[in-house]
């Protein structure tokens, strides 16, 4: 009665690590996906001011000497 006992427990533990192992997962993925989301904005940003630059640049007819 002793095995199977433990090999019920040993199965129990088992499962409980995967699920505290599948929620830091979780938990790091929702952070990366923050961190992609936040630069993706600043990127975003970059490329407006680098846009806005060369219509500026464009107009006056200057170049870049």
């Known amino acids: 009665m002793f095995w199977p006992m433990l090999a ?3 199965g129990f533990l088992s ?3 995967l699920g505290v192992l ?4 979780g938990i790091e993925a ?3 996906g923050d961190q992609v989301a936040r630069t993706t904005r600043r990127v975003e940003r ?4 680098l846009e806005q630059a060369a219509t500026g640049l464009a107009r006056s007819g200057e170049t870049l000497r």
Not at 22 to 25: E, G, L, N, P, T
């Open 30 to 32: 929702r952070r990366l």
């Open 15 to 17: 499962i409980a690590v």
């Open 22 to 25: 599948a929620v830091r997962v």
């Open 8 to 10: 019920v427990a040993v």
């Open 46 to 49: 970059a490329a407006q001011d």
